[in-house]
């Protein structure tokens, strides 16, 4: 059963590009997570999708960021017009149908690791 | 969710146990205390979680108080591939609408040759 798959690994993007960052969640997880980790501090909670619905985006910028996770393929994080301050690893999590369960632990991709030149 | 307070890094010998405490004094009672590493580099792992009861898995166990204030994860042998930063998290897994996992900043546990 493979794990939580993450691509690109690494992206160099020069400011004003796009980037795209891709996630494919772990078979039979429908429950997507993204995190920021930017240099030395800790992860942050960014966006929260199940399929098709953004659930939670409470932690995402409102600007230049978007997310989405559709019926068929990977969840996608984009950012349009990177600037310098974007450079982070963006970590994906997935877990099973939440509810009443406390075995919905979440498990995370290997990360993409953005830099912005 | 409860914040937890870890201390910010320790020090193991190889092949010894290595004891990293978290501090939740304000956890209420639905909330169960998770408990993810993140080796350097690496996407976080997930490592065991409790709600009262002491749990032990394949990895580590996890020793908490009987008030729930606190908490310890043990692991009983630790190896060089252990180094990493530890993170307590307490959060319901009940509360659908705050899924998400709140990082603090985690111990960092060096394991000594």
């Known amino acids: ?117 | 969710d409860a914040k937890t307070t870890q201390p910010t890094s320790m020090d193991c010998a190889e092949g010894r146990a290595a004891n990293l405490p978290c501090n939740h004094s304000t956890i209420s009672g639905n909330e169960y205390v998770y408990w993810y590493r993140q080796i350097h580099s690496q996407g976080p792992q997930y490592i065991i979680h409790g709600l009262k009861n002491n749990e032990t898995n394949e990895m580590a166990s996890l020793i908490i108080t009987e008030d729930r204030k606190s908490s310890t994860l043990i692991l009983p042998h630790a190896t060089l591939r252990d180094t990493a930063v530890y993170y307590c998290i307490v959060r319901s897994p009940y509360n659908n609408a705050g899924n998400m996992l709140t990082f603090g900043g985690g111990t960092r546990l060096m394991v000594k040759p």
């Open chain 1, 1 to 117: 059963n493979a794990g939580v798959m993450q691509n690109p690994r690494h992206l160099v993007r020069r400011r004003g590009q796009e980037a795209r960052l891709r996630c494919s969640p772990m078979k039979g997880h429908s429950h997507v997570y993204w995190y920021r980790q930017l240099p030395e501090e800790g992860l942050k909670f960014m966006v929260y999708l199940q399929k098709e619905n953004i659930i939670d985006e409470s932690g995402m910028p409102k600007e230049r960021f978007s997310a989405e996770f559709p019926k068929e393929g990977p969840s996608i994080l984009r950012i349009q017009q990177v600037v310098r301050g974007d450079s982070a690893a963006y970590f994906c999590a997935s877990s099973t149908q939440s509810g009443i369960s406390s075995y919905n632990e979440q498990f995370f991709g290997p990360g993409t690791r953005l830099t912005v030149l």
